[in-house]
């Protein structure tokens, strides 16, 4: 057993040890052992341990399940909302026959993205940065029959809870579109979010910021700091695991839902991306636009010329596209810009530092698996730097949401759903197979996966405002 393990083992008294694995849609799974399991016997080190592959969402038929969990050491940890003293590792998949690590692993994707990106000469590591968006709420029910279908939300911070007999109502409700960085009272989230953060950095995670979001009703921002990929994705999945674990702990729940609440602002995951060699970062110019190099731009412009299919990893569920549409500061223009946020990609201009320098992807959510999501962001960005690809000319200074119907037709836009993203995938993926970084069967698994699971149920199902619209015909 790997000393570091052993000495945490020992020193916080662990008597449980969690191992946890993500699906590829992207939750986490899990299931725990008694720690002296692992203290007494090596075999776990060198043989990993099973699990029934057919039972996790995109992976094994029943015909081929059994499939072994290694444990990454480097990812141990004391659990931050276990009760009992746990420690949590991450574990990488492989198939129990051929020994080689599975290729529909979320992780391991990554790690081949990381290793494709040294392989190019073109630089020696990729740092994201994502900025995770949520929602706390007080209550949510929802349900799907053949004869009914409904949702309700609710929360204290509501603004359509103005008018609510609470006994009292104390009032101070962000709100719609004004949630962005009131005081106390009115955001009602200050010590939440303070609980959920200092958690986050007891538990690794290093934080720069939090605050209230846009939109009324609870909407959160945490941002971490960036990182190499796949350190950022195990990051990611253990802020989301924190938020929703502390959230219920207070009686409330949180979700990364892109777009929960009809007319306001979505929850997105604006992703920061920069590539180094080095100790330089091969973004900088002085004299490019935005101090952006030759690389970066190119870099953008892969981006926007794949991004529709991107988006199918980045922004992959129906809800998504209802958070990707004009009018609440949804980045769905494909061009990019200085500061511009109506655009789907920005260039921070808060530092003159060459270490500051970076690309901004604002159409992403984090609904999506973090593994892949930056994975893709990765290939395409890399596949433009290959192609020397140049984006249109940056959009400054002007509100695109405001152009004539005429100007903005001119301009190419996100996909309208999930189908079109799917789609464009399906078209488009010949740069995610580089490297070997993404394998033919993942691309196929997800689209089938999509297309049956979400997209095709969600099409065969009456929407309530259907009722509504068409009812009296």
Not at 13 to 33: A, C, E, T
Not at 179 to 194: C, I, N
Request: net charge negative; charged share 25%; proline share 7%.
């Amino acid at each position: 057993m790997p000393e570091s393990v052993k000495k945490l083992i020992k020193d916080k008294k662990i008597r449980v040890v969690d191992f946890k694995f993500n699906d590829l849609p992207g939750l986490w799974q899990h299931f725990s052992i008694p720690a002296t399991e692992l203290t007494h016997s090596e075999s776990i080190w060198k043989e990993g341990i099973g699990f029934d592959g057919s039972s996790i969402r995109g992976f094994q038929k029943i015909q081929e399940s059994d499939m072994i969990l290694m444990p990454d050491a480097a990812t141990a940890m004391i659990d931050p909302v276990a009760k009992e003293p746990t420690l949590s590792i991450i574990c990488d998949i492989y198939d129990p026959i051929t020994k080689e690590a599975y290729t529909r692993d979320p992780r391991y994707i990554a790690k081949k993205a990381e290793k494709y990106v040294k392989s190019t000469g073109i630089a020696d590591a990729a740092y994201f940065g994502p900025e995770a968006e949520f929602f706390v709420f007080d209550d949510i029910r929802f349900d799907q029959t053949e004869n009914a279908g409904y949702y309700f939300i609710d929360s204290s911070e509501g603004d359509w809870n103005t008018g609510k007999d609470e006994q009292p109502n104390l009032g101070y409700k962000p709100r719609y579109k004004e949630g962005y960085f009131p005081v106390p009272p009115h955001d009602s989230m200050q010590d939440l979010r303070t609980e959920m953060m200092l958690a986050m950095i007891d538990a690794g995670i290093p934080i720069e910021v939090h605050h209230h979001e846009v939109a009324t009703a609870g909407q959160a921002e945490i941002d971490m700091r960036y990182g190499k990929l796949v350190d950022v994705a195990d990051n990611l999945l253990l802020y989301k695991y924190i938020v929703k674990n502390i959230a219920r702990a207070h009686n409330k729940v949180a979700t990364f839902m892109p777009k929960p609440i009809f007319m306001d602002n979505g929850s997105g995951m604006h992703t920061h991306q920069s590539l180094w060699k080095g100790k330089t970062n091969l973004f900088y110019d002085k004299k490019g636009y935005a101090m952006l190099s030759d690389t970066a731009r190119w870099y953008i412009g892969g981006l926007l010329k794949h991004a529709p299919a991107v988006l199918a990893f980045a922004a992959p569920t129906t809800n998504s596209y209802k958070r990707l549409v004009p009018g609440y500061e949804a980045p769905v223009n494909l061009v990019y810009s200085m500061r511009n946020r109506s655009a789907a990609v920005r260039i921070p201009m808060y530092s003159d530092s060459p270490n500051a320098r970076r690309v901004e992807f604002r159409p992403p959510d984090a609904s999506s698996n973090p593994y892949l999501a930056f994975s893709a962001m990765l290939m395409a960005g890399l596949d433009g730097i290959k192609n020397k690809t140049e984006p249109s000319k940056p959009m400054d200074n002007v509100d695109i949401f405001e152009l004539s119907t005429a100007e903005s037709k001119a301009i190419p836009q996100v996909p309208s759903s999930l189908g079109e993203a799917i789609n464009a995938l399906e078209k488009d993926h010949k740069f995610l197979l580089e490297g070997d970084v993404f394998t033919q069967d993942v691309i196929d698994v997800w689209i089938e996966y999509k297309r049956e699971n979400e997209i095709d149920a969600l099409r065969l199902r009456p929407h309530p405002y259907e009722f509504y619209l068409y009812f009296d015909i």
